[in-house]
């Protein structure tokens, strides 16, 4: 059996006592932002000072703007210097035996940080709080996200690249064997009444402090394990609400300066109502690329073991394969240590083509070694876009790349040419990968997570996909003579329905302004005025995250490097502004104990909890074989132990099976594989045929139609779009001249009672 299966960590036996107790962190969510105290408790239980190294997974959004040490009465505020002379201030520090804070981020990928606390002395504690706001992400059913990573994986380094040099050698905790707690409280505001708050981990009940519910807060329940992502989802009353703050400039700081400035946070979230009568798009090129890397192999959640990453993957793909329209172009592409496409180049989307492709998925498997997707995204750029057809990129991957900031800069570089959409599939996956690339590519980032299933998400994303595009955004502003209003995020390209834009502005005065934009050569706008006083509560919130917007855009200038003093800037402003960026650090270090600590320094390592492995003791033997240390060439243990055959026997479902049948056109024949899934014989169904025999496919559309709505309701999401197509087929048939108008009325009757 495969019930000893479940998720946990690596093993790893520590061999000394660790010295990070616990973690509390407390979140305040103001509409779309929340802003994050992250304390640390530290211990040094040794007789030996030591030195803990803590390298963690951090959410990518993430403006890290306060790093405080407290260390008996002595509180040490942290500041923002350039990293290497934060890094020699650090060294230096420890090596003369003082107490010394460094928290710096990774080079490669904004969503890894690592935290040095230097010269604990034997029995001495210290606490270190970390502080950050955030944009929390809109997921495709209108809540907001809000992740605590826990999960770090081991990010895939392709040849000829750096490795990563903060990740070394992590260890990996198991699950229950994580030697550190976490608590968790969160405070919201919203700005509609709050509807409920869903979490993967157990919760305590919503408590509102406010009659109208826009104030309320909640817990985790105490006695958590810090051994998964920790995710929120909000769900608000009103999503749709169009909101702005203004943030007053730090008193006493130069205006001119943007720190000293009015910041103005705007947030759209405009709903483009498209009519219903509206056909669906039926251009467009699709590019499918899927991650084939060994690690696809591993379930896609705890609570369903029979489902791989890649099986799950495979019946998506067969999903979006049915949902397309005829007329548009498609490829599929697998990429791992190397990358195919099922096609030389995109080819139209027909019934021979779709079933060459259909043929080609189903035999996907994760067999492709290391995760490279440099390459092939390079590929699908060099080719030339097809004229009428707007390129969408769907891109499914476990997400663990080192190079993850050369990724998102060429998605970035491709803006113009493409969408792009992004799955980020199971637990620990690079929210730097998987939200960069969507942001960059004006796409919609969706985390497979839980135990949710893959394939709503991924039509959700079709769904914007299909949708027409606004295009000429602008943003105009009501501004008195003279007055300055400074961008701090990069321009909007497109926007689709449902999609939430927030920008930042520097401001001198107070405004008014709008959003304009067209859709099918409808001008819209989306009106929002606002004389409000800017909020003077000192906590800069805003100003921090403009901040980190303007410094991600500048390092990816850098990167580009066509923009010589960009960096020079970036440090600058993340100097000013006290903002975490991938060339400064935060250096703080106690210069109030006079006594150098004695004694030989020990290097300890902080375990995080690292991804899915078995934990069943029966199986603990070819764990140890396998993981002493986490090999990354290693195919994920499950797929070893269950080849993906089996994988495949357990995951059919009627609904696939079913939609497996459906032709391009949107049509299904009259067949005894059809009428089995219905529970019929095929001369029933026949025999209760309204029509003739050359009907039959009509009938036998009708019949499968009816079957999803009647036994899968609640996957609606999934199948509508091959429903629609279905449907749509069935009318231009009747509608056609005869023969078949005849059918019209056969069809009319209540056919649902003959079945
Ligand atoms: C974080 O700490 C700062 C300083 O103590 C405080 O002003 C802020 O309200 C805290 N934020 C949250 C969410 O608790
Ligand atoms: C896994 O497969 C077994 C047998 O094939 C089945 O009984 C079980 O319900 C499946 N579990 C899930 C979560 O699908
Ligand atoms: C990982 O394992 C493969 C074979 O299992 C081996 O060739 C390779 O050297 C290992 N890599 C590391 C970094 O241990």
Redesign the pocket.
Known sequence: TISGFSLSCSLSSFGHSVPLKSVSV???VQGHV????STLQYENQESNPVEAIFIFPMDSNAAVY?F?ARIGDVEIEAQVREKEKAKEEYDDAISSGQEAFLLEESDESSDVFRLSVGSLPPGQTASV?V?YVSELAVQADHALRFCLPAVLNPRYTPAGTQELTLMGKVPGAQAGDVPYTLSLTM?IYSPSSIQSVESNCPLTPLEFFSQDKTQAKVSLSPGHQFDRDVELLLYYSEPHQPMAILEAGQPGVQSGSLMGDTVAMLSFYPEIHVEKSSPMMSSGEFIFLVDRSGSMGCPLNRSNDNESRISSARDTLLLLLKSLPLGCYFNIYGFGSHHESFFPESVEYTQTTMETALNKAKSMQADFGGTEIFQPLQNIYSKPCLPSHPRQLFVFTDGEVGNTKAVVDLVKRHAHSHRCFTFGIGEGASSALVNGMAEGGSGHPQFITGSERMQPKVMQSLQFALHPVAKDIAIKWNVAAGMTVNPLSPPVNMLFNLQRVIQYFQLTEQVCMSLHYTVEDKALENKLGFSMKPKTD??MLLHRLGARKAIVDLEGKVREGDDKSAKERAVELSIQSGVSSSYTAFIGVNRENKEPVQGPLLRRNIPVCQPMMLKSKRFSGVLQTFFPQFNYSTPCIFSILWPTSHLQVCSEDPMLELIGLQKADGSWDLHKSLTSILGKKEEEVTKASPGKPEFSSVWATVLAVLWLHGHKAESRDEWQFVATKAMTWVRRILISPTPFRKIKSLCSKNLCFRV
Request: proline letters at 0%; zero cysteines.
């Open positions: 407390e979140v305040g929340a802003s994050v105290n306060r405080l709080t502080g405070d000192g906590s």
